[in-house]
């Protein structure tokens, strides 16, 4: 049996986030195509090839509940503005991790993101009962490591040649997390950051 019971349809005052499907894959393809989302990602997703593998793999793993990745959709416009997902499931440990997010530039520093991920927590640690959320950061990536803390995570430390990118650079991670005792006040603050 699944822990997270789908479809999960989490909506903000910003953004609605509903469960990635096939009809997505166009909107998410031309955002993709903006290089500096993928600065330090692992792979370059301007490529339509490779973007649109992550997409179909994610749905693949999303079936044997290893992932579920979410389209970030603006209220106002209802347009698909980006994706996210949960991912490295572990239901017997009560924890996931939160990531594969990313979002066209124009909403970068609008408030979008920031709800998205209230929008996530509160289904991890009000519905799912969490006791661990977790984020990961290529650590040179500055903004997302800052946007991470930002929300209230704390940081655990760097994870030495983590990974191999596809361009040959070796990456070091930053690893970020939120327990269920902080989550009372992680999320007054957030709902007062956003409003």
Not at 58 to 80: G, M
Request: charged share 20%; glycine share 6%.
């Amino acid at each position: 049996m699944s822990w997270i019971l789908h479809p999960v349809v989490l909506t903000g005052t910003k953004v609605k986030l509903i469960p990635l499907q096939q009809v997505h894959f166009a909107a998410l393809t031309a955002i993709a195509a903006h290089k500096s989302i993928w600065e330090y990602m692992g792979f370059d997703g301007t490529d339509k090839d490779r973007v649109l593998l992550h997409l179909y793999s994610s749905l693949i793993a999303c079936k044997s509940n290893l992932q579920y990745p979410f389209a970030i959709i603006d209220t106002k416009t209802n347009e698909v503005i980006g994706s996210t997902m949960f991912h490295n499931i572990y239901p017997e440990n009560r924890k996931l991790e939160i990531g594969w997010t990313w979002l066209h530039p124009d909403y970068w520093r609008s408030g979008h993101n920031r709800e998205c991920k209230l929008l996530l927590l509160t289904y991890c640690f009000e519905t799912l009962n969490t006791l661990r959320v977790q984020f990961q950061a290529n650590e040179q990536n500055k903004r997302s490591c800052n946007a991470i803390v930002g929300i209230g995570a704390q940081f655990e430390g760097i994870i030495r040649n983590d990974r191999i990118r596809e361009n040959g650079q070796l990456r070091n991670t930053a690893l970020f997390s939120i327990i269920d005792s902080e989550w009372k006040d992680i999320k007054k603050k957030l709902i007062e950051s956003i409003h």
